[in-house]
Nanobody
């Protein structure tokens, strides 16, 4: 069974940085995709960034140039480096893994960006 555990959320001021980590355990088959979604207050969950097993990446327009996603296939971890944070980045960030035709989700980590 695939399990995902996020860490690294917290409170940061506008313009600051945070690095989210997600430890993935269980069998991950290639091809696969790891990534991050977020749910802002009063909004639907949305894709932030994803990285496939071939290292190709996708970013939401709102985070391009500020966020960087990466993965460590040895440690089975996916990272989200978030720079130049804005109040509108405040959200619960969820790690996900898509493998073998199924989606798996973490429980989320809260990121709060103060003005």
């Amino acid at each position: 069974q695939v399990q995902l555990v996020e860490s690294g959320g917290g409170l940061v001021q506008t313009g600051g940085s945070l690095r989210l980590s997600c430890a993935v355990s269980g069998k991950i088959f290639a091809p696969n995709s790891l990534g991050w979604h977020r749910q802002r207050p009063g909004k639907q969950r949305e894709l932030v960034a994803s990285v496939a097993s071939d290292e190709s990446t996708i970013y939401a327009d709102s985070v391009k140039g500020r966020f960087t996603i990466s993965r460590d296939n040895v440690k089975n971890t996916v990272f989200l480096q978030m720079n130049s944070l804005k109040p509108e980045d405040t959200a619960v960030y969820y790690c996900y893994a898509y493998t073998d035709g199924m989606e798996h989700w973490g429980k989320g980590t809260l990121v709060t960006v103060s003005r």
